[in-house]
C-alpha cells in the first residue's frame, strides 16, 4: 500500500527531470557550436614599444621639415606676390604716362590741320627753315618711334609681371595645400606615439626612459670608440663660437614643431636660429641644410658644424666639442645637450 503511494511521486520527479534535460539541451548546443574565442594579442615589451615610439617621432620629424618648407616657401611666395602687385602697379602708371605722351603728340599735329609736318617741309620757300624743320622732324620721329617702342616694351612687362604673379599664387595655394595635411600628419603622429606612451604605468614609463637614455650610451659609446675624437680639433671660427652660446643659451627650452624661437623650437629651428645670431643666414629645415650647406669629412668635424641624423636628413644638432652637441630632441623633451654620436649619423655639413 504503501509503494502504491509512492508512485505518482516517481513519475513526476522523472516528467521534471525531462522537461528540465529538454530546457537544458539549446544551451548545450549553443556551446557545442559556438567557435573558440581567439587568443588576445600578445602583450607588446618595452623594447617593442621603444621602437614604435620613436618611429613615430621620426615620422613626424620629417613631416615638419615639409611643414617648415612649405611654410618657408608661402612666405616667399607670399612677398614675391607683393613685390609684383607693386611692379604691375608702376608698369600701370608708365603705360598711362607713355599714352597720355602719345595723346600730346597726335593733339599737335592736329593743331597743325591735320598736315603732316613732311609735307609742310616740301611746302616751304625758306631754305634756312627747311634744314631747322628738317633736324626737328627727325628729332620728333625717332622721339615717335622711342615712344612707341617704351610703350610696347611697358605692356609686355606688365604681361610678364601678371604671368608671374599668377603662377606664384597657384604656388602659393599648392604650398598651403602641402602645410595643412604636413600639420595633420604630424599631430597624428604625435598623438599615437603619446598614446602608446599614456598606456603604460609610470614604473614601465620610467624603464622606458632608461631603455632610451641606454640605447644612446651604447650608441656614443661605439662612434668614440672608433677613435673620433683623436682625429676632431677643437679649435673654430669666431662666428661659430657664437653661433654655439646662442644654442647653448636654449638649452632647457621646450621642443615644439615648427617652433623657430626664442622660447621654443624644433630642432632645424634651433640650429638656424644658432646660425643667424652669428651672422650667417642658413636653410630652415634639416633636409633643407643638409642638401645646400658644404659637407665635410667626419675627421675634420669643427665645433659649430651641424650633425645631420637618419637616412632621410629627418634630425639635426650642432657640435660643440669634445664629443657632445646640442639638440631640439622631439616633442616632450627639452633642448639638451647630448652625445654628438647617440644617433645614427648620416652626415656633417658647415655654414660658414
Request: glycine share 8%; hydrophobic share 40%; with cysteine.
Amino acid at each position: 500500500m504503501n509503494r502504491r503511494r509512492r508512485r505518482p511521486y516517481a513519475a513526476a520527479t522523472v516528467t521534471v527531470a525531462c522537461a528540465l534535460a529538454v530546457l537544458a539541451s539549446p544551451a548545450l548546443t549553443l556551446r557545442a557550436s559556438a567557435a573558440p574565442l581567439p587568443p588576445p594579442p600578445p602583450k607588446k615589451t618595452l623594447k617593442e614599444v621603444r621602437t614604435e615610439i620613436e618611429d613615430l617621432y621620426r615620422q613626424a620629424a620629417a613631416a615638419t621639415d615639409a611643414y617648415n618648407l612649405a611654410e618657408e616657401r608661402t612666405e616667399q611666395q607670399s612677398a614675391e606676390i607683393v613685390r609684383l602687385a607693386r611692379m604691375i602697379e608702376g608698369g600701370r602708371k608708365r603705360i598711362d604716362t607713355l599714352k597720355a605722351q602719345a595723346g600730346a603728340t597726335a593733339r599737335a599735329q592736329y593743331r597743325n590741320g591735320g598736315i603732316p609736318d613732311s609735307a609742310q617741309l616740301v611746302l616751304t620757300g625758306d631754305p634756312q627753315l627747311f634744314l631747322d624743320t628738317a633736324g626737328r622732324l627727325r628729332e620728333g620721329a625717332k622721339a615717335t618711334t622711342d615712344l612707341i617702342a617704351e610703350l610696347t616694351r611697358a605692356q609686355a612687362e606688365l604681361d610678364t609681371y601678371a604671368k608671374e604673379a599668377g603662377d606664384n599664387w597657384t604656388k602659393l595655394e599648392a604650398d598651403r595645400v602641402k602645410q595643412a595635411q604636413a600639420k595633420k600628419d604630424i599631430n597624428s603622429k604625435i598623438d599615437a606615439a603619446k598614446k602608446l606612451e599614456g598606456e603604460l604605468a609610470a614604473e614601465e614609463r620610467e624603464r622606458l626612459r632608461r631603455l632610451e637614455e641606454l640605447a644612446r650610451q651604447r650608441a656614443q659609446t661605439k662612434w668614440l670608440g672608433s677613435g673620433i675624437l683623436g682625429e676632431l680639433t677643437d679649435a673654430t671660427t669666431p662666428e661659430a663660437r657664437k653661433a654655439i652660446e646662442n644654442a647653448l643659451a636654449q638649452v632647457g627650452k621646450p621642443y615644439v614643431w615648427g617652433a623657430e624661437g626664442p622660447d621654443s623650437f624644433d630642432c632645424s629651428g634651433l640650429t638656424q636660429s644658432a646660425w643667424a645670431a652669428a651672422g650667417t643666414p642658413i636653410p630652415r629645415t634639416s633636409q633643407e641644410q643638409w642638401r645646400l650647406l658644404p659637407r665635410v669629412q667626419p675627421k675634420d668635424m669643427r665645433p659649430g658644424d651641424l650633425i645631420v641624423y637618419y637616412k632621410d636628413a629627418s634630425h639635426i644638432g650642432m657640435y660643440i666639442g669634445n664629443g657632445k652637441m646640442v639638440h631640439a630632441p622631439r616633442p616632450g623633451r627639452n633642448v639638451t645637450v647630448a652625445g654628438a654620436g647617440s644617433m645614427e649619423i648620416l652626415g656633417i655639413v658647415r655654414p660658414s
